[in-house]
């Protein structure tokens, strides 16, 4: 070891120049660059987050897609690619829960606390990265798509239709970062995916809920990523399925909404189960 | 040891880099901390020792403004803890139980993160990478993930990141738990380093011998309170001075070797039948040594062993708390549910001096 000056260059605890609106962007900024840089010293947790998605595609769409019908006709695979989409953005809350929890069990989150840096950025600069990571997802999963034959309509309703996608996965980023800070350790986030999968099966992503046994079409079609897929169905000019409930019917308006009941109800859940910390 | 109320919140340290009168944390009816007083002194190692669940985390989270108090006040490089959270956590350095650093990341690039979330500015935050990483002995595998570092090493990358704004107080949360010989000697020359450099080490431990080996001063905590505060040596006075140590050949010499120790001894010898041992503290050790040694021999006793004994910061553990340190490994409440995590319950327990002969 060599003998080196310890005092730090500048004098760090002076008042900043700047803002603290800068300093809030900044250290966000610096947390999504962390969040890309796993991603890019871990290219392999991309493609598995993308395997189980692509799978599906190939499963549903080539082994099951012969034998599954659109109610008011339509190619299943083409009625099949945007419930593929909306379920990715659902299973992304795991993804969100997963990281958080790995910080806060490893410590890393108490070092950020302990740092004269904006708390909250720990938490926007986990959602952030995690849309981004989702653009990717779905631009991904587009190609996949396009490759198998699925032809959108291009234009405004596509853009509105990407929007929509990540305005669920949006709101599942503080179901995610709650639960990433309620679950005892990464192990138990692990098991989230138990729970959202029955939670993604019950909903139109597969099949029409016209199709299912009546109460179970009912729960199906108030799932909330119902609405997004139903509402992207129409956006992309895909075969929609509507049927005739008001949920249905209202599909692109709830779509909007959905996100925003889940946020008014999660993103103080997550707030304060992050303030608890300090508890 | 109890410091006036003087002072209240402004800066200006008094020669003091901690100062805690009464903290009290609450989890429900049970008290974590329980009107626990502490002083350290600027440019001092500290060392703030206790069992599993004394409350010496949930001390050093509140110190570090991690876990708010529920009573009392801290001050920390004279700052208020409660009232100016932000301008204290530019001032500190933080290592805790579980190395705090990106595994994922490589040791350079988790310090220029560090860095630049300390607000250095990214070019700053390179360059004190740089240094941090040389300083530390960290060079060759800045490059690597911290994944494939060992543990050693990750604690020096964990100290490394705790010293990017050279802070005035760096809160050592057992900083060697885990850690084999040869990584605890490097983490301990480091933290020596630290000092050296001007910077006032909180250091908590369970290793009696770290704290022996590394503080000038020693608050020992039980039960939410500190129940002594000292000196390493006059805490071990404290317990009595040395001891002598007659171990015989022949359990039927143990009454005449109780005679003979008792000549020299201070107060009533004690023996173990089983061991064949036989002990006494002493007030002036080497005549007392020679002495027995001489006497034992001159009557035939047949000695198996003979030597002096210090008391260790171990048996005044016993004397303060009425227990001994217990293995770690069990979780201490700090204010979140212990996760799982990498908390290798192991290691033995490092008392020193033992049989220091003659």
């Not at chain 1, 939670?199 to 997004?228: C, E, H, K, R």
């Not at chain 2, 000092?195 to 770290?210: I, P, W």
């Amino acid at each position: 070891m060599t003998a080196v000056d310890l005092s730090a260059p500048g004098t760090p605890s002076a008042p900043s120049p700047r803002g603290r609106t800068y300093w809030l962007l900044a250290d966000c900024w610096n947390i999504v660059r962390r969040g890309l840089t796993h991603y890019r010293r871990q290219p392999i947790n991309i493609a598995w987050q993308l395997g189980f998605p692509i799978l599906s595609v190939l499963l549903y769409g080539y082994v099951f897609g012969s034998a599954m019908q659109v109610p008011g006709g339509g190619d299943y695979r083409d009625f099949l690619m945007p419930g593929m989409f909306t379920m990715t953005m659902a299973f992304g809350f795991i993804n969100t829960a997963t990281l958080v929890v790995h910080d806060s069990t490893k410590g890393v989150i108490d070092r950020f606390r302990s740092m004269p840096m904006a708390a909250s950025a720990v938490v926007a600069g986990r959602g952030v990265t995690d849309l981004l990571v989702a653009c990717a997802e779905l631009a991904i999963m587009m190609l996949t798509a396009l490759a198998m034959g699925w032809r959108p309509d291009a234009g405004l309703g596509f853009l509105a239709a990407f929007g929509l996608l990540l305005w669920l996965r949006f709101a599942l980023i503080w179901i995610g970062v709650w639960l990433g800070l309620l679950v005892p350790n990464p192990e138990a986030a692990g098991g989230l995916f138990a729970v959202a999968y029955p939670l993604t099966m019950i909903s139109s992503i597969f099949v029409a809920p016209q199709l299912m046994p009546d109460w179970l079409g009912w729960i199906a079609a108030w799932n909330p990523i119902s609405s997004t897929a139903a509402a992207t169905r129409e956006l992309f000019g895909t075969p929609v399925a509507g049927g005739d409930t008001w949920i249905e019917q209202n599909a692109l308006p709830m779509a909007v909404v959905w996100p925003v009941l889940l946020t008014l109800v999660f993103l103080p859940l997550a707030v304060r189960r992050f303030q608890k910390l300090s508890r | 040891m109890k410091d006036g109320k003087s002072g209240n919140g402004g800066s200006g340290t008094d020669g003091y880099a901690v100062r805690a009168e009464g903290l009290e944390k609450r989890y429900g009816e049970k008290f974590a901390l329980d009107g626990f007083d502490l002083i350290v002194r600027e440019g001092t190692v500290h060392g703030l020792l206790g069992p599993n669940g004394a409350g010496k985390t949930t001390a050093v989270r509140i110190l570090s403004t991690l876990l708010r108090l529920d009573g009392g006040r801290a001050t920390v490089a004279g700052l208020d803890v409660a009232r100016h959270p932000r301008e204290v956590r530019s001032r500190i350095g933080l290592t805790g139980q579980y190395a705090a650093v990106d595994e994922v990341l490589t040791g350079r690039q988790n310090l220029e993160m560090f860095g630049r979330l300390f607000h250095l500015g990214g070019r700053a935050a390179k360059l004190r990478a740089t240094e941090l990483l040389d300083r530390f002995d960290l060079s060759d595998a800045a490059d690597m993930g911290v994944g494939k570092y060992s543990g050693g090493m990750r604690r020096r990358l964990d100290l490394a990141a705790s010293m990017i704004l050279a802070p005035a107080v760096l809160f050592l949360d057992e900083p060697t738990t885990g850690l084999d010989p040869r990584s605890r000697g490097e983490v301990w020359e480091a933290v020596r380093a630290l000092v050296a450099g001007g910077t006032t080490v909180l250091l908590t431990t369970q290793y009696l011998e770290e704290a022996d080996r590394l503080a000038s001063r020693i608050t020992v905590i039980d039960q939410g309170r500190a129940i002594a505060d000292d000196t390493p040596d006059g805490l071990k006075n404290t317990v009595g001075g040395d001891r002598i140590e007659v171990v015989v050949a022949e359990r039927a010499d143990i009454p005449h070797a109780v005679k003979v120790v008792a000549r020299v001894a201070h107060g009533e010898p004690e023996s173990d039948e089983t061991e064949l041992r036989v002990h006494a503290s002493v007030t002036d050790r080497v005549s007392a040594l020679t002495e027995v040694a001489r006497t034992l021999q001159d009557e035939g006793v047949r000695v198996e062993d003979i030597g002096l004994r210090r008391p260790s910061l171990d048996d005044v553990f016993l004397r303060l708390t009425g227990h001994r340190t217990e293995k770690p490994g069990k979780p201490e409440k700090s204010g979140k549910p212990e996760k799982s995590g990498d908390s290798a319950a192991s290691e033995e327990f490092s008392t020193s001096e033992k049989g220091a002969a003659a």
